[in-house]
T-cell receptor, first 116, second 115 residues
Framework: AQKITQTQPGMFVQEKEAVTLDCTYD???????LFWYKQPSSGEMIFLIY??????QNATEGRYSLNFQKARKSANLVISASQLGDSAMYFC?????????????FGRGTSLIVHP | DTGVSQDPRHKITKRGQNVTFRCDPI?????LYWYRQTLGQGPEFLTY????????KSRLLSDRFSAERPKGSFSTLEIQRTEQGDSAMYLC?????????????FGEGSWLTVV
């Protein structure tokens, strides 16, 4: 079963506007972590933000925030004030204790294009 | 630079040849992961180590693939008798311990093209 679902293959946003990238997850483990990564065309995976399942507040890192809705099993990434350099693939990932291994599982990604 | 480093960054090889990739994790990290990524897909788990012990292997890791982490520091991923289907980016990542909250950090990846 797919653990991470990213339903938006591609998104477009105008520079300086905010954009939300969707991510839903599936786990029965009460302890888990959710991550977002950015992958520019050069290939490296850049860590953006982390949310723990027990965290009471939504995580924020600069222009990135994670809209964590636990009951809906949703962990959407919000990028405020988009910049041209934000154009990249964005991957949602989850690590839970299934099988005791805590191996991160990734979604298929969303391509974000920021246009002037 | 104290991030995860991978070498080589790019490798073109002929079908049937063997290739080896190296990964140097962040020094204090005891977990090391290998992932494979093909075009249009997210990273897919291959294997991981805790210190020098290889604790889990994906079914994607056929018997042509072998990974080692001999002293619990750097790791190598070898692909024997390469096939065109092995063309992908091979990503290495590291983290500390095994709790859910510890972030994994990736290297820049090693692109493999099998011709």
């Amino acid at each position: 079963a797919q653990k991470i679902t990213q339903t938006q293959p591609g998104m477009f946003v105008q520079e300086k506007e905010a954009v939300t990238l969707d991510c839903t997850y599936d786990t029965s483990d009460p302890s888990y972590g959710l991550f977002w990564y950015k992958q520019p065309s050069s290939g490296e995976m850049i860590f953006l933000i982390y949310q723990g399942s027990y965290d009471q507040q939504n995580a924020t890192e600069g222009r990135y925030s994670l809209n964590f809705q636990k009951a809906r099993k949703s962990a959407n990434l919000v990028i405020s004030a988009s910049q041209l350099g934000d154009s990249a693939m964005y991957f949602c990932a989850m690590r839970d204790g299934s099988g005791g291994s805590y191996i991160p599982t990734f979604g298929r990604g969303t391509s974000l294009i920021v246009h002037p | 630079d104290t991030g995860v480093s991978q070498d080589p960054r790019h490798k073109i090889t002929k079908r049937g040849q063997n290739v080896t990739f190296r990964c140097d994790p962040i020094s204090e990290h005891n977990r090391l992961y290998w992932y494979r990524q093909t075009l249009g897909q997210g990273p897919e788990f291959l294997t991981y180590f805790q210190n020098e012990a290889q604790l889990e292997k994906s079914r994607l890791l056929s018997d042509r693939f072998s990974a080692e982490r001999p002293k619990g520091s750097f790791s190598t991923l070898e692909i024997q008798r390469t096939e065109q289907g092995d063309s992908a980016m091979y990503l290495c990542a590291s983290s500390f311990a095994g709790i859910a909250g510890n972030t994994i950090y990736f290297g820049e990846g090693s692109w493999l093209t099998v011709v």
